[in-house]
């Protein structure tokens, strides 16, 4: 079947709904698998192929995705009942292994699909396969059904894990989902990068993922006959690709390859698993248990066929209309019409199904109970690095509206429902470690004298205001070992990641940890002592609230102080480039290099200037952002790894804007509360 063809489309929903049907489920019958543009049935076969992830919403909005092709559908309608035996999950494969090892639901549901695969390749192949023992002919008839879901699924995938070294670095600059994407590689903070040795170091570490914790399993199932490898396979004893090998990953590659010139080997499985990681990251949902139907306490991941043929809208947005659910009395996963859909709308769900598990509060309800604006949409919305991270794409479009309206620095904010919308940008986050070492910095700059000449010039001293010694300007020890310990301790107690959101960026541990490095001995020890004296409270948790930002000097320093330190963080959003041509594996027959000659018309200043930079400017990224989605319909989709920059340079640049929007909102509101003390 070639779905690169015209009706691809049609004959891989026909395939998938008749399975679907034949096994108990249902498949509205106005449904249809098709691009925006065939409504009508006038399909074109661009982007029609199976070969790209359908679930990564274009700002021309050409993917495909599920209609009301044929007629209109009335609120309450079934639109999707898929029997539970069809998720392809891990629920039925042993926890427990090995030494007093534990397998995660991910290990479980990555194993049946990995078995899935590999038998189904081989029926495909030969038209029927024979496995290496008896005992796995249960097996084979459990995971050989799922062939029409296996073939709906895309090749490849809009993931993190395709991210190079490069694009990580230059689109994610200084953002938390960057940093944490990085993290392992050594020499990442360096300001010279050997770029294609990192990227060597990238897939080196799945590779030991893979060897340390999915190789282990798979050995155990395929020992006790869960995971079977076919006849003609049976020569591959291990999964094992070779983790002691320090040859070239390439090299290694094509070596394993020539080895076996038949059946399935150690490097095939690897890159099934590497395919497998992506697939349950941006196509699988956690749903709660039914007490029925499923084993033990398993919420997730699962697999579903058809349903993740559904594309994303937010809980919030006019194009949702239906919520993922279970069916309490056999655990079907089931999707019903929340509103009158017509003919030709595409049937949108939130890929975060928030609270709504159960199908018993919706049997019977009425207009009130149904209507989304009664839905709590915050909570059921993902941030952009959520969606980025867990499913691979961006709600661009999205994104952009909301920006604008904080960059604006607008507070009134328009509502729904009388109520003020929360921005759900993607927050920032800021470590205890960045919070001690600038209130170090500063204690030991000419701000606290200044701010003390200040203090007795302005006769505040003489009204009563204090100042003190700052701890961290001498030898802690010298002021007793009990002060030391009493203020490590809370230090610890504390959390060492301090989110910052858009709608309320100075949280109590956001002032306490800055306080904890800025109060005297004193104010610490009664701190402690009363911390540890209330029943109430564990001991160690000590938390200050904005009323400590009223003293005089107290305030001034952790305002000041976290002013510094923001103003720090975001020059690690910036990304500058010059006129010299990128030297990396990312700029295959110079795409990169026409990739920045065209942002540098984007983002420089004059036509003479050379040098631009991304990450600076939070209006001017926000406009290139603009620009780029207005022209996104019209832009040439030639030349794919062009387009493939493009795209990920949006998706980044949207997380560090939110990013370094509520890193300004707390700048702008550290700089209102400094304004607040002077005129106090």
């Known amino acids: 079947m070639d779905l690169s063809q015209r009706d691809g489309n049609a004959v891989?929903?026909?395939?998938?709904?008749?399975?679907?049907?034949?096994?108990?489920?249902?498949?509205?019958?106005?449904?249809?698998?098709?691009?925006?543009?065939?409504?009508?049935?006038?399909?074109?076969?661009?982007?029609?192929?199976?070969?790209?992830?359908?679930?990564?919403?274009?700002?021309?909005?050409?993917?495909?995705?599920?209609?009301?092709?044929?007629?209109?559908?009335?609120?309450?309608?079934?639109?999707i009942r898929l029997p539970q035996h069809l998720a392809l999950d891990g629920r039925d494969l042993p926890v427990n292994y090995g030494e007093q090892k534990n397998a995660s639901a991910w290990l479980r549901c990555l194993a049946s699909l990995l078995q899935s695969w590999h038998i189904w390749d081989n029926v495909k192949s030969n038209g029927t396969v024979h496995l290496d023992q008896s005992k796995d002919n249960n097996l084979l008839n459990n995971y050989s059904q799922y062939g029409p879901y296996l073939d709906s699924l895309p090749e490849t995938y809009d993931s993190l894990l395709n991210w190079s070294l490069w694009e990580l670095r230059s689109f994610l600059a200084g953002t938390t989902l960057g940093i944490f994407a990085l993290s392992g590689i050594k020499g990442v903070d360096a300001k010279e990068h050997d770029t294609d040795k990192e990227d060597n170091e990238l897939e080196t570490n799945m590779r030991t993922r893979y060897q340390t914790t999915v190789v282990p399993y798979?050995?155990?199932?395929?020992?006790?006959?869960?995971?079977?490898?076919?006849?003609?396979?049976?020569?591959?004893?291990?999964?094992?690709?070779?983790?002691?090998?320090?040859?070239?990953?390439?090299?290694?590659?094509?070596?394993?390859?020539?080895?076996?010139?038949?059946?399935?080997?150690?490097?095939?499985?690897?890159?099934?698993?590497?395919?497998?990681?992506?697939?349950?990251?941006?196509?699988?949902?956690?749903?709660?248990?039914?007490?029925?139907?499923?084993?033990?306490?398993?919420?997730?991941?699962?697999?579903?066929?058809?349903?993740?043929?559904?594309?994303?809208?937010?809980?919030?947005?006019?194009?949702?209309?239906?919520?993922?659910?279970?069916?309490?009395?056999?655990?079907?996963?089931?999707?019903?019409?929340?509103?009158?859909?017509?003919?030709?709308?595409?049937?949108?769900?939130?890929?975060?199904?928030?609270?709504?598990?159960?199908?018993?509060?919706?049997?019977?309800?009425?207009?009130?109970?149904?209507?989304?604006?009664?839905?709590?949409?915050?909570?059921?919305?993902?941030?952009?690095?959520?969606?980025?991270?867990?499913?691979?794409?961006?709600?661009?479009?999205?994104?952009?509206?909301?920006?604008?309206?904080?960059?604006?620095?607008?507070?009134?904010?328009?509502?729904?429902?009388?109520?003020?919308?929360q921005t759900n940008l993607t927050p920032a986050i800021i470590t205890k470690d960045e919070i001690c070492q600038t209130c170090k910095d500063v204690s030991m700059s000419s701000y606290p004298n200044s701010l003390r000449r200040s203090m007795e010039e302005d006769g505040l001293v003489d009204d009563g205001w204090e100042?003190?010694?700052?701890?961290?300007?001498?030898?802690?020890?010298?002021?007793?070992?009990?002060?030391?310990?009493?203020?490590?301790?809370?230090?610890?107690?504390?959390?060492?990641?301090?989110?910052?959101?858009?709608?309320?960026?100075?949280?109590?541990?956001?002032?306490?940890?800055?306080?904890?490095?800025?109060?005297?001995?004193?104010?610490?020890?009664?701190?402690?002592?009363?911390?540890?004296?209330?029943?109430?409270?564990?001991?160690?948790?000590?938390?200050?609230?904005?009323?400590?930002?009223?003293?005089y000097f107290l305030g001034k320093l952790v305002l000041h102080s976290m002013i510094q330190l923001v103003n720090k963080k975001l020059e690690r959003y910036q990304v500058c480039f010059n006129d010299e041509p990128v030297e990396c594996r990312t700029n295959m027959n110079g795409t990169l290099d026409i990739f920045l000659e065209f942002m540098r018309g984007m983002y420089k200043e004059s036509a003479v200037d050379k040098a631009f930079s991304w990450g600076k400017s939070e209006a001017k990224d926000l406009n290139v952002l603009s620009t780029l989605v207005a022209a996104g319909s019209n832009s040439s989709q030639d030349d794919v790894t062009l387009h493939d920059l493009i795209k990920k340079f949006t998706y980044g640049m949207t997380i560090s804007s939110e990013e370094r929007c509520c890193l300004l909102q707390l700048k702008r509101v550290a700089l209102d509360k400094l304004l607040q003390i002077d005129e106090s």
């Open 12 to 79: 891989l929903h026909s395939n998938l709904s008749q399975w679907i049907l034949q096994n108990g489920g249902k498949i509205h019958k106005s449904l249809a698998l098709c691009m925006p543009n065939d409504i009508d049935g006038e399909q074109t076969a661009t982007n029609s192929s199976s070969s790209t992830d359908n679930r990564m919403p274009h700002p021309d909005s050409s993917q495909r995705g599920i209609f009301a092709k044929h007629s209109s559908i009335s609120k309450g309608e079934e639109l």
């Open 218 to 421: 798979l050995n155990y199932l395929k020992q006790i006959g869960f995971f079977a490898l076919a006849e003609k396979d049976r020569d591959c004893n291990s999964f094992d690709t070779g983790k002691n090998d320090k040859s070239d990953l390439h090299s290694r590659a094509k070596r394993q390859k020539t080895e076996s010139d038949h059946g399935t080997n150690a490097e095939d499985l690897y890159n099934l698993f590497r395919r497998g990681c992506m697939c349950i990251s941006t196509r699988a949902f956690h749903m709660q248990s039914t007490s029925s139907s499923d084993t033990g306490d398993y919420q997730g991941p699962y697999l579903l066929p058809y349903i993740d043929l559904l594309n994303h809208a937010p809980t919030f947005s006019s194009k949702h209309v239906t919520t993922l659910r279970r069916d309490p009395h056999d655990g079907s996963f089931v999707m019903i019409a929340e509103r009158d859909i017509e003919k030709g709308e595409e049937i949108c769900h939130s890929y975060d199904s928030g609270g709504h598990d159960d199908i018993a509060d919706v049997d019977g309800e009425d207009e009130d109970e149904i209507n989304r604006s009664k839905l709590n949409a915050n909570l059921s919305s993902l941030t952009s690095a959520q969606l980025l991270q867990t499913f691979g794409f961006v709600d661009v479009k999205g994104a952009i509206e909301r920006l604008s309206h904080c960059l604006k620095e607008d507070k009134s904010l328009s509502t729904v429902n009388g109520s003020q919308p």
């Open 467 to 551: 100042y003190w010694d700052l701890p961290l300007m001498k030898d802690e020890s010298t002021e007793g070992s009990n002060t030391a310990t009493s203020r490590h301790t809370s230090l610890n107690g504390l959390p060492n990641d301090v989110i910052i959101p858009y709608e309320n960026p100075l949280s109590d541990e956001l002032i306490t940890l800055f306080s904890l490095n800025f109060l005297p001995k004193e104010a610490i020890d009664d701190l402690f002592c009363s911390s540890s004296r209330n029943d109430n409270q564990q001991e160690n948790s000590i938390l200050l609230t904005e009323e400590v930002l009223d003293d």
